[in-house]
Nanobody, 126 residues
Framework: QVQLVESGGGLVQAGGSLRLSCAAS????????MGWYRQAPRKQRELVAA???????NYADSVKGRFTISRDNAKNTVYLQMNSLKPEDTAVYYC????????????????????WGQGTQVTVSS
């Protein structure tokens, strides 16, 4: 009943920019933290950036100063602006969100569930 849909991936040359978007929809009561992860071939999935409902952010050291995470709470959407892209940024990028569904809320539980998007490919050519 809750889904995350990503968009904005693609192919870009080194030094270029891309903006990823992830919209949450469905029976949502509230969204806590939202974030972006990535997984490159033969590597483990890693956190890229995260943002709390209040707007506090944290970033992987490898993207600090180049990537910016933001969110529009009215639209249930999180963004990742990626600048100065490098070939090593090539990966499938996944959106993640901690969401309390309407069903959970009316059952008396405020425990958020962990939701993932389907992933979007980002390829940076050298």
């Amino acid at each position: 009943q809750v889904q995350l849909v990503e968009s904005g991936g693609g192919l870009v040359q080194a030094g270029g920019s891309l903006r990823l978007s992830c919209a949450a929809s469905g029976s949502i009561f509230t969204i806590n933290a939202m974030g972006w992860y990535r997984q490159a071939p033969r590597k483990q999935r890693e956190l890229v950036a995260a943002i709390t409902a209040g707007g506090s952010t944290n970033y992987a050291d490898s993207v600090k100063g180049r990537f910016t995470i933001s969110r529009d709470n009215a639209k249930n959407t999180v963004y990742l602006q990626m600048n100065s892209l490098k070939p090593e940024d090539t990966a499938v990028y996944y959106c993640n969100a901690d969401i309390v569904s309407v069903t959970r809320y009316y059952s008396g539980s405020y425990h958020p569930d962990d939701y993932w998007g389907q992933g979007t490919q980002v390829t940076v050519s050298s």
